[in-house]
């Protein structure tokens, strides 16, 4: 059964997650470009279904509707390609629908080869898209307030992760002979909980940084200053900054947060290395625990550089982009861990029954 991958159906999967990460990227465009408020109403966008909306246009429609007027006030309008931006990131979750109605079939379809939990993952992944799009009304509807967006940015998190699940449950029913599925469950018991927090840490980490980028509109981004060192790694010049103003504290705890899962990272790497230096079921996982320690050092330098290569009142927004682009594919690769856990888990329940 393990035949070209482009004749898999586990290349599916593969095509939703290309186009959930196209969505994430999506919206991180619409945060830096200030576009968040483009399209006032949902489905809509300033009652219509297009995104080529004139200033005059936007008037009529603050007039006709009051109660939604910008958070910037009723004078504010916004430019086509701002409205375009949320335009297109509807659109986006528009579309992926009709492959994960495929994959939902399919999954049913084909449930005597891969199985019950590959059929309720495609269910899940189908309820996730739908809670989706009610937390992306939601932004709207609140103006992006900043729980509301750390809240859909953990939503796709969790989107995204769901659907590499499904892609290595199907690929291992496909006959995948991948080493990790054979580890003892020894090793899956004396670890598991590690590989568990690590995914939860950066997880958290990326809500905390939805927050930092979203409370306030944004403006918190120069609480510390700008530039080096006072800005980064220092703020305000200080490595104790007094935490009088609101924007220093949240910078300040986004920035611990960093450090701590840091020092989680590099811990949880040694004492495995040495709790399993005899054996090499563990080389894989510290593999992967490796690229996450790489994936957290390298999104952290480009945290830094934002404030770095910052002037008062502006900032590189691309390197904001690349941050949220970074903090996402750092919890994707987190999650190999624990997935593989459960993978060998889950082999070996198959293998015994065989048996």
Known sequence: MDTAWWRRPSTLPLIILSMAILIIVAGGAIRINDAGESCPDWPKCFGTFGFD????????????????????????????????????????????????IANFFIAKKRLDTYGRANYYSSIFIGLMLIIQAAAGATTVFFDNADWSVALHLSLACIFSASIIWQYLLMRVKEGASWAFLSTSKQFIHDNKKRFDAIAGSVLFLLILGAWVSSTAGGQYNQSCSVGFPDGWPKCNGSVLPSMDGPGVLIQMIHRIGALVIGFILIASVIKMKKENEDSAESDIFVKYMHHTGQLWLLNLLIGGSYLIFAKSGDFPEWLSLLHLVGGVGCFLVSLFCPFMARLSLLSNNINLAEE
Request: hydrophobic share 40%; proline share 6%.
């Open 53 to 100: 909306v004139s200033p005059e246009e936007q008037e009529q429609y603050w007039d006709q509707n009051p109660d939604e007027i910008d958070s910037r006030g009723e004078f504010h309008r916004y430019t086509v390609f701002e409205i375009f931006l949320e335009w297109v990131h509807r659109l986006l979750v528009g579309i992926i629908a009709i492959p994960i």
